[in-house]
């Protein structure tokens, strides 16, 4: 829960207006909706003022941080290399480890890596169906059957290298590069 969600809530249970816990607190209306909308986050003074209005302690309004495991990031860009075994289980599995964590873990790179698989599967998809109906139909103008082998091994190769280069960024904690990704999660 945010510090903006918290004051809230405490606001609410305590029957309090925006503008009466800006005067009780003896702050602006505007620096009350500015924490309350997330745009700002109150400091020293700000944070006591807040405090005794609801008769609390400062500390009593921090909020505890996510914990990031440092493990987390790491697996889940390896389980993305499940399209080995089947293209689309190089996204099903990374979206089931990332929806059992993702309360636990408050990082973009899930939705990231989930965009970059599925952008990747469907291009595989495509690939697939396009040698399937070359293949029953006879379809002579894609380029022939070898070059749609060449790309499929050359999308699977790339796939892999991207996937263990991003393992390695996070196991470092370097920033990490999902790309080509269209932005289906957000």
Known sequence: MKLSDKLKELRSQHGFSQQELARKAQLSLRTIQRIELDETDPRGDTLIRIAEAFNL???DLKVQAVQRDKYFLPVLNLSALSFLLFPLLGFIIPLILWVLKRDKYSDADGKRL????????????????????????HFGFLG????????????????????????FLSVKNKRLFYQPAIPFLR
């Open 57 to 59: 302690k400062p500390e």
């Open 114 to 137: 989930l965009n970059f698989q599925i952008t990747w599967s469907i291009g595989l998809v495509i690939i697939y169906c396009l040698l399937i109906s070359g293949k029953m139909f």
């Open 144 to 167: 022939g059957i070898e070059s749609m082998f060449i790309t499929l091994a050359a999308l699977y190769i790339i796939n892999f290298l991207l996937i263990i280069l991003n393992t």
